[in-house]
Nanobody
Framework: QVQLIESGGGLVQPGDSLRLACAAS????????MHWFRQAPGKEREFVAA?????????SYTDSVKGRFTISRDNAKNTVYLQMNSLKPEDTAVYYC??????????????????WGKGTLVTVSS
């Protein structure tokens, strides 16, 4: 069993930056591929970014965040991060951390995730 707890959300202005963190319980964090999804009001949950358990696989991003968001992980701290720069109002959503065991390549379908956090709200507004 893996528990995921997100933090770092908040209210920011367009163009600002935020760093989300997702702390995981358990001793096998390094064996999980970690993902960030988001869900805006009235919309379906969508893939944002993923980082494999294997360092030979480069992180993946949805097109709308490429060049602005960076996903990273610190296995010693059992934590995955999402650095979000140049935030836009359309980035407003609840951001969820999710994990899947030993998935070499990213999975963009929320149904493929095994564990979920409860989410953290990011609001981008002037």
């Amino acid at each position: 069993q893996v528990q995921l707890i997100e933090s770092g959300g908040g209210l920011v202005q367009p163009g600002d930056s935020l760093r989300l963190a997702c702390a995981a319980s358990g001793r096998t964090f390094s064996s999980y591929s970690m993902h960030w999804f988001r869900q805006a009001p009235g919309k379906e949950r969508e893939f944002v970014a993923a980082i494999s358990y294997s360092s030979i696989v480069t992180p993946s991003y949805t097109d709308s965040v490429k060049g602005r968001f960076t996903i990273s992980r610190d296995n010693a701290k059992n934590t995955v991060y999402l650095q979000m720069n140049s935030l836009k109002p359309e980035d407003t959503a609840v951001y969820y951390c999710a994990a899947v065991f030993r998935s070499l390549l990213p999975k963009i379908n929320p149904e493929d995730m095994t564990y979920w956090g409860k989410g953290t709200l990011v609001t981008v507004s002037s």
